[in-house]
T-cell receptor, first 112, second 115 residues
Framework: AQTVTQSQPEMSVQEAETVTLSCTYD???????LFWYKQPPSRQMILVIR??????QNATENRFSVNFQKAAKSFSLKISDSQLGDAAMYFC?????????FGKGTSLLVTP | KAGVTQTPRYLIKTRGQQVTLSCSPI?????VSWYQQTPGQGLQFLFE???????NKGNFPGRFSGRQFSNSRSEMNVSTLELGDSALYLC??????????????FGPGTRLLVL
């Protein structure tokens, strides 16, 4: 079974600071993809960043970047220059066939 | 382009009833997936449809079913509702499915409360 583990239920960061959210996964797929989704209080899931496992280069999207360690099956999300609007639940996910497997999520609090 | 839409947004039902939820994908998207989100179990995959065919199904009882129409709109049905079915039901669409890493775009969800 595919599993995605987020070991930090809650994290807090001050505005303008940097925070890293952890994620580990277990998959038997040889070709897979990893995602970070954000779910604000409105509950609308929004894609933050996507990583192709066969690419060694870490994905980046503006203030968001990942540290992808394939051998360790680790996929952490770094948010730089945190903003109040970054406060949300963050979910790590991997694909398995036509489904996404999600971690339990990390609640990120951003303080002024 | 309009995003994924789900109707209704909120629903209250009683145990034993059945419910039908609707999802309209982004125009041009042929893959529609459904997820159940609860505080205890988190986000769990229900099923995925592509061109009116179910391609993948999660580990849910047969009370949960779905279908997809020729215009890619999808419905999911839950029969004989139980209290544990109270959840946020999320629909997501993509062009051809996430097996090749396509991004899934999520709707706002339908919040179901079973009393």
């Amino acid at each position: 079974a595919q599993t995605v583990t987020q070991s930090q239920p809650e994290m807090s960061v001050q505005e303008a600071e940097t925070v890293t959210l952890s994620c580990t996964y277990d998959t038997s797929e040889s070709d897979y993809y990893l995602f970070w989704y954000k779910q604000p209080p409105s509950r609308q899931m929004i894609l933050v960043i996507r990583q192709e496992a066969y690419k060694q280069q870490n994905a980046t999207e503006n203030r968001f970047s990942v540290n992808f360690q394939k051998a360790a099956k680790s996929f952490s999300l770094k948010i730089s220059d945190s903003q109040l609007g970054d406060a949300a639940m963050y979910f790590c996910a991997s694909n398995s066939g036509y489904a996404l497997n999600f971690g339990k999520g990390t609640s990120l609090l951003v303080t002024p | 382009k309009a995003g994924v839409t789900q109707t209704p947004r909120y629903l209250i039902k009683t145990r034993g009833q059945q419910v039908t939820l609707s999802c309209s994908p982004i125009s041009g998207h042929r893959s529609v997936s459904w997820y159940q989100q609860t505080p205890g179990q988190g986000l769990q995959f229900l099923f995925e449809y592509f061109s009116e065919t179910q391609r993948n199904k999660g580990n849910f009882p047969g009370r949960f079913s779905g279908r997809q129409f020729s215009n890619s709109r999808s419905e999911m049905n839950v029969s004989t509702l139980e209290l544990g079915d109270s959840a946020l039901y999320l629909c997501a669409s993509s062009l051809e499915g996430t097996s090749r890493g396509e991004t899934q775009y999520f709707g706002p969800g339908t919040r179901l409360l079973v009393l």
